[in-house]
């Protein structure tokens, strides 16, 4: 099997941990682009290790072959670039990068996850690289968290199986081939998915954080106008009325789905419901799947995730900077809301909610409507 140069854009918890896991794969040169100066230090060191700590115990280590802030150097010779900032960070990393991909054998570029339209992002900003193969994952295919960069990553739970979509105009080919590239780097089994939309129309983080914080210090919620006296989780701590509007959301996610289905002949029977997704992914983790409450207070999974939060005087508030509002709010909840819009479907409860976070974050200043294109849904 011949060298494979992957390129992980990305210094986070997903960027360090794919490092690692990649280069447990033989023939595989994994080259890492950080605009962190302590990583590209720190890993630059001939001895230096970067660890994958298991949750069973235990570790896996391997060490970029390139550390880099430098694009330029990180692209030279790239098969496979695979974006791991998070959606509002694309734009800018992918202005950057776009110059210095090769331009003499395909380049196949994608997003881990996939999801606030990558595809047509990357379309728009990959246009000058019409050998670029775009593709996104569904989901991340590990969660990681626990970063010390530059030295260690924890790995949480996997998942069993890995789904992939390509822009539409990717052929036979170039899926396969994409197909190839990805079931050599991961040990789960990578299926490939019929149509990019499964992943942007998968119910997710841009209906989950916007619903908790509308329904903890929204209009209606207990903690409006009065901070919290401590630091609460996002899902363990989850309010009643936060899964409440999660689940409208969710019932309007699904609504919009069946009219992109109409609509653009498409099949998106893989988009399930929230609960289902969340109970499939998890499966016995989840302590009682009866209700979206449940599921989400139960999840082990979930457990101890601490929602952003900034300390004042008086206790603690939502941190307005977080990406629960940056990535899920502008490039997650904008594009659902505007589908609907064009496709005339009512989404009450998602515009309400989206309306009350974009005042909350202290309005738009870019987002994924920079990008979506003007003709969908032609
Ligand atoms: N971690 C998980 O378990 C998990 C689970 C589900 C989904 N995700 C998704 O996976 C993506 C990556 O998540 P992550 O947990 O790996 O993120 P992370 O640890 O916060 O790392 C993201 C990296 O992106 C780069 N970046 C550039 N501009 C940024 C900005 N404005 N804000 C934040 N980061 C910026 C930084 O890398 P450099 O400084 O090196 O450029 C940063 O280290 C996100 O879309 C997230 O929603 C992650």
């Given at each position: 099997m011949g060298k494979l140069n992957v390129l992980i854009c990305g210094g986070g918890r997903t960027g360090h941990l794919n490092a690692v896991l990649f280069k447990q794969q033989p023939g595989v040169h994994v080259a890492l682009l950080t605009s962190r100066a302590d990583v590209v230090e720190r890993l630059g060191d001939a001895d230096a290790a970067l660890a994958a700590l298991l949750p069973e115990g235990g570790q896996l280590t391997g060490k970029p072959d390139l550390v880099t802030d430098q694009p330029a150097l990180a692209a030279r010779d790239a098969d496979v670039v695979i974006v791991t900032v998070p959606a509002h960070a694309r734009p800018a990393l992918l202005r950057k990068l776009a110059p210095h991909l090769p331009a003499d054998k395909p380049v196949y570029v994608g997003a881990i996850p996939g999801f606030c339209g990558f595809d047509w992002l990357a379309e728009q900003a990959l246009a000058a690289r019409p050998n670029a193969v775009i593709w996104g994952m569904k989901d991340v295919p590990h969660t990681a968290f626990d970063l010390v960069p530059g030295e260690s990553v924890r790995l949480g739970g996997a998942k069993s199986a890995l789904y992939v979509g390509t822009h539409q105009r990717e052929g036979a080919a170039a899926r396969e081939a994409l197909l190839g590239h990805l079931r050599r780097l991961y040990t789960a089994p990578v299926e490939l998915l019929d149509h990019y939309l499964e992943i942007t129309l998968t119910p997710g983080n841009p209906i989950m954080h916007p619903s908790v914080v509308y329904g903890l210090i929204g209009p209606y919620g207990q903690w409006r106008d009065r901070p919290f006296e401590q630091p609460l989780c996002w899902w363990t701590d989850c309010a009643e009325l936060s899964a409440y509007f999660l689940e409208r959301s969710d019932e309007e996610s699904q609504a919009l789905c069946r009219a992109v289905e109409r609509r653009l002949g498409v099949d998106l029977g893989s988009v399930l419901p929230l609960k289902q997704e969340i109970v499939d992914a998890y499966g016995d983790q989840i302590g009682d799947s009866a209700t979206m409450l449940s599921v989400l207070r139960t999840n082990r999974a979930y457990d101890a995730i601490v929602a952003p939060l900034v300390r004042d005087a008086d206790g603690y508030r939502i941190d307005r900077a977080s990406r629960a509002f940056h990535e899920d709010v502008a490039y997650g909840l904008a594009l659902l809301v505007e589908m609907g819009r064009r496709l005339q479907v009512p989404l009450p409860h998602i515009e309400e909610i989206y309306r009350w976070n974009v005042q909350y974050m202290?309005?738009?200043?870019?987002?994924?409507l920079d990008y979506f294109p003007a003709n969908w849904p032609a």
């Amino acid at each position: 099997m011949g060298k494979l140069n992957v390129l992980i854009c990305g210094g986070g918890r997903t960027g360090h941990l794919n490092a690692v896991l990649f280069k447990q794969q033989p023939g595989v040169h994994v080259a890492l682009l950080t605009s962190r100066a302590d990583v590209v230090e720190r890993l630059g060191d001939a001895d230096a290790a970067l660890a994958a700590l298991l949750p069973e115990g235990g570790q896996l280590t391997g060490k970029p072959d390139l550390v880099t802030d430098q694009p330029a150097l990180a692209a030279r010779d790239a098969d496979v670039v695979i974006v791991t900032v998070p959606a509002h960070a694309r734009p800018a990393l992918l202005r950057k990068l776009a110059p210095h991909l090769p331009a003499d054998k395909p380049v196949y570029v994608g997003a881990i996850p996939g999801f606030c339209g990558f595809d047509w992002l990357a379309e728009q900003a990959l246009a000058a690289r019409p050998n670029a193969v775009i593709w996104g994952m569904k989901d991340v295919p590990h969660t990681a968290f626990d970063l010390v960069p530059g030295e260690s990553v924890r790995l949480g739970g996997a998942k069993s199986a890995l789904y992939v979509g390509t822009h539409q105009r990717e052929g036979a080919a170039a899926r396969e081939a994409l197909l190839g590239h990805l079931r050599r780097l991961y040990t789960a089994p990578v299926e490939l998915l019929d149509h990019y939309l499964e992943i942007t129309l998968t119910p997710g983080n841009p209906i989950m954080h916007p619903s908790v914080v509308y329904g903890l210090i929204g209009p209606y919620g207990q903690w409006r106008d009065r901070p919290f006296e401590q630091p609460l989780c996002w899902w363990t701590d989850c309010a009643e009325l936060s899964a409440y509007f999660l689940e409208r959301s969710d019932e309007e996610s699904q609504a919009l789905c069946r009219a992109v289905e109409r609509r653009l002949g498409v099949d998106l029977g893989s988009v399930l419901p929230l609960k289902q997704e969340i109970v499939d992914a998890y499966g016995d983790q989840i302590g009682d799947s009866a209700t979206m409450l449940s599921v989400l207070r139960t999840n082990r999974a979930y457990d101890a995730i601490v929602a952003p939060l900034v300390r004042d005087a008086d206790g603690y508030r939502i941190d307005r900077a977080s990406r629960a509002f940056h990535e899920d709010v502008a490039y997650g909840l904008a594009l659902l809301v505007e589908m609907g819009r064009r496709l005339q479907v009512p989404l009450p409860h998602i515009e309400e909610i989206y309306r009350w976070n974009v005042q909350y974050m202290g309005g738009l200043r870019d987002c994924a409507l920079d990008y979506f294109p003007a003709n969908w849904p032609a």
